[in-house]
């Protein structure tokens, strides 16, 4: 494996002058750049990024916690995140915390080492507390969650107006009685949904709401789905916190020898793959996941560059699409 010193060599210059190259020094003659760069890439050097982290305090690293790799959600998020990266020429570092605060903590741990320059959580993957730890000395973002009141920018949608639509439509389409299967944790998504669904009572007349609280196995999910609609029959709409649930939803519905999008309509959030692909394909509150995460790479940077640069809150929008749950 070729060195610093054999790159020097090679190109007849010292070792500080092709160190400067590599660290993009601006006093360095274009000529001499070029030569030395023709030298690197002849020997295939590889720098040490490591020794160079401790120099500059810089890694040139993001991390992404994500509270799992079970949901696709996750996957049209990262794809976003991934293109911001690509453009802002950042290294993104993933990280699954799986609800496991162990696993928060070990990747974090690279945020104090200077091996990730900054971070960002998306949905649920951090607690409030923690958030305003880490904001004291990292540069951090939200993507798709938020506390009131925060110290870190963020963005989302309008959660409260996204679940008040879609209890809106189900009213619309003839439904009486809406039961609306939350997140299993009180995330900020979670609950401006709950507000929302109740909004929507309060302004629809002839309809009721009621709200459930989902369940992280899915089998379990779907045995709850079954023994909600065997107790309440009445039950004839439902809004699920994710496509992912929503495809549990009309397998319960089917096994109960119920007809989804007649005997029960379905509303799911996020719009992924999942609501396209089901039989019958769902209605669902259509995220911009791609923009989510790419958006949040954007706010990241504004942080890291600019000290003492302002929080931001973006809210992008969303659409209710009507297939045929």
């Not at 741990?109 to 409030?128: K, M, P, R, W, Y």
């Not at 389409?173 to 997140?183: L, T, W």
């Amino acid at each position: 494996m070729s060195t610093i010193k054999d790159v020097a060599k090679y190109c007849g210059y010292s070792v500080a002058t092709v160190s400067r190259v590599i660290n993009d020094d601006p006093i360095v003659k274009a000529e001499t750049r070029e030569k030395v760069l023709l030298a690197i890439r002849a020997l295939k050097y590889r720098p040490n990024l490591v020794a160079k982290n401790l120099r500059t305090q810089k890694s040139n690293s993001i991390l992404v916690m994500i509270p799992t790799i079970a949901n696709p959600y996750y996957a049209e998020v990262l794809r976003g995140i991934e293109q911001g990266v690509k453009e802002t020429e950042m290294n993104p570092i993933i990280g699954t915390v799986e609800f496991d605060p162990k696993h928060m903590d070990h990747f974090l741990e690279l945020l104090d080492s200077n091996q990730a320059d900054g971070v960002i959580f998306i949905s649920s993957s951090i607690t409030s507390d923690r958030l305003t730890e880490v904001a004291k000395k990292h540069p951090a973002v939200m993507c798709n969650e938020y506390f009131d009141p925060m110290p870190v920018s963020y963005v989302s949608i309008n959660n409260e107006d996204a679940a008040y639509e879609a209890a809106c439509e189900l009213a619309n389409a003839g439904c009486k009685q809406i039961a609306y299967f939350s997140g299993v944790r009180d995330s900020s998504s979670s609950l401006d949904r709950s507000r929302g669904v109740k909004r929507a009572e309060e302004e629809c007349e002839s309809v009721a709401v009621s709200i459930i609280r989902g369940e992280d196995d899915l089998h379990s999910l779907k045995n709850k789905i079954r023994r909600i609609l065997e107790e309440n029959p009445e039950i004839d709409g439902l809004i699920m916190n994710s496509d992912v649930n929503g495809s549990v939803a009309i397998r319960a519905l089917v096994e109960m020898d119920l007809v989804p999008g007649k005997d029960v309509r379905i509303i799911s959030f996020d719009g992924t793959i999942i609501s396209e692909i089901t039989t019958p394909m769902l209605s669902c509150v259509k995220q911009p996941l791609f923009d989510l995460g790419y958006k949040a790479v954007w706010l990241l940077e504004k942080q890291m560059k600019e000290e003492n640069a302002p929080i931001e809150r973006l809210i992008l929008s969303h659409e209710v699409t009507i297939r045929e749950t």
